[in-house]
């Protein structure tokens, strides 16, 4: 199995920004795909942000606009910019990535609050 880890999450004022990140054992860069979802108490695992292999981009109509999905060569990672940021994006956010034969492999998640 191929750990993800997520990093970056934490506690922000509404309006404020976070950047969450996600890397990977091996070059990240290796995933027909990498996505980050978010999950709120009591909802389902939705798709925040995703980018594919080609570096094709796709957001959430919620947040387009405000995040910005983004791959690191040099660190190996992909990162999802975060500003912005409203009550309503508070969740536990995850990365994803797709693997070239159809696995799917998921981080451990990593909590954003967004609250005054």
């Known amino acids: 199995q191929v750990p993800l880890v997520e990093s970056g999450g934490g506690l922000v004022q509404p309006g404020g920004s976070l950047r969450l990140s996600c890397a990977a054992s091996g070059s990240i860069f290796r995933f027909t795909s990498v996505d980050w979802y978010r999950q709120a108490p009591g909802k389902e695992r939705d798709l925040v942000a995703g980018?594919?292999?080609?570096?094709?981009?796709n957001y959430a109509d919620s947040v387009k606009g405000r995040f910005t999905i983004s791959r690191d060569t040099a660190k190996n990672t992909v990162s999802l910019q975060m500003n912005s940021l409203k009550p309503e994006d508070t969740a536990v956010y995850y990365c994803?990535?797709?693997?070239?034969?159809?696995?799917?492999?998921w981080g451990q998640g990593t909590q954003v609050t967004v609250s005054s």
């Open positions: 994803h990535a797709l693997g070239s034969r159809g696995a799917n492999y």
């Open positions: 980018i594919n292999s080609g570096g094709t981009t």
